[in-house]
DNA sequence: ACTATAAGTTCGATAATAAGACTTATCATA
DNA sequence: TATGATAAGTCTTATTATCGAACTTATAGT
């Protein structure tokens, strides 16, 4: 049966995952981020399979993350690129880095960071903020429900336990 | 074939998305840190396919991200809880939940929001800040190479257009 | 005209997911 | 202690996605 589409489910997290929840997405994001365009370098950097590639790239363009255009020196090269919406998935990449160098490296250290430009500086780690400004910490967090939000929804988030 | 594993390539965003890059691992996370450790149910708020949700949550014991145990209670019970690598994702989750609520939402508005348990307002929009504090753009951005980093990679991050 | 390049498409094999029935062990109760 | 219900997970079959490679089409360079 196909994957079963998230898209309708009514949650941030859900909808985002929909759409990158899949082995490519998301480093394909990460490509564009670094500047490729061209659907072969694409294949190059990631080794992608080009059918895969293809489809994927479909979907971000469908989903309105990407662009699609030709390149006016060579007719045959498409380019893709970001649109805002994709362009603003940068600090989902930094969220993920941060935990994947902090956790998915034993002893020989990460390979890359994100780093500040002008210092070279690798970025300080993300910190999470209420709208007064304090560092808030995993167990001060509750989920609220929002204006469109099911009564059921809000149920659940009555009862929650933590989060 | 089998999915390729991004968990070699030197890349802490690659390696995170190989943990993460399945159409359930990130919303079955998300139910743990609500407070969920049963079995059925995850099956039942997600409506997961049982024998996806048993390979998943093997995947994320194999892996670190959660423990299993026998309900001291009920032994027919498993309880699944996060160690602490995985409960450090929901600054991942968050980062999804602040782009999925701003882009996937039309006109319904989002039914969710993270928010401070004190005083029941939404968090702040996650900020990026350098090693002095000042709030980073994305154009501000850029990768560089760790200690472990191939010869390959400088390469590339010396060429970079852009990140 | 000829060759190379870029972007896809097509094909066959393998792996993952979906849906539901089924098994095993434990709990609640009569 | 026998009986039924519950929880966790397995098994089976059908469908879908991914992999890897070959192939097609259009454009560029010579």
Same mark, same amino acid.
């Given at each position: 049966m196909r994957k079963k589409s998230l898209q309708a489910v009514p949650c941030g997290i859900a909808r985002a995952v929909d759409l990158l929840g899949d082995p /490519?997405?998301?480093?394909?994001i990460r490509e564009a981020l670094f500047g490729i365009t061209a659907f072969d370098d694409f294949v190059k950097v990631l080794t992608i399979p080009r059918n895969t590639l293809a489809a994927r790239l479909d979907a971000l363009v469908s989903a309105g993350l990407m662009r699609k255009s030709r390149d006016t020196q060579d007719g045959r090269r498409s380019v893709y690129e970001l649109e805002p919406a994709g362009q603003e998935l940068w600090v989902v990449l930094l969220a993920?880095?941060? /935990?994947?160098?902090?956790?998915?490296?034993?002893?020989?250290?990460?390979p890359s960071f994100m780093a500040d430009h002008g210092s070279?500086?690798?970025?300080?780690?993300l910190q999470v903020r209420s709208s007064d400004g304090d560092v808030l910490t995993l167990d001060q967090i509750t989920m609220i429900a929002g204006p469109s939000a099911t009564p059921e929804l809000e149920a659940?988030?009555?009862?929650?336990k933590k989060v």
């Open positions: /490519w997405t998301v480093v394909i993920l880095q941060q /935990w994947g160098n902090k956790w998915c490296f034993d002893d020989e250290g990460a070279k500086r690798p970025v300080g780690e659940r988030f009555r009862t929650l």
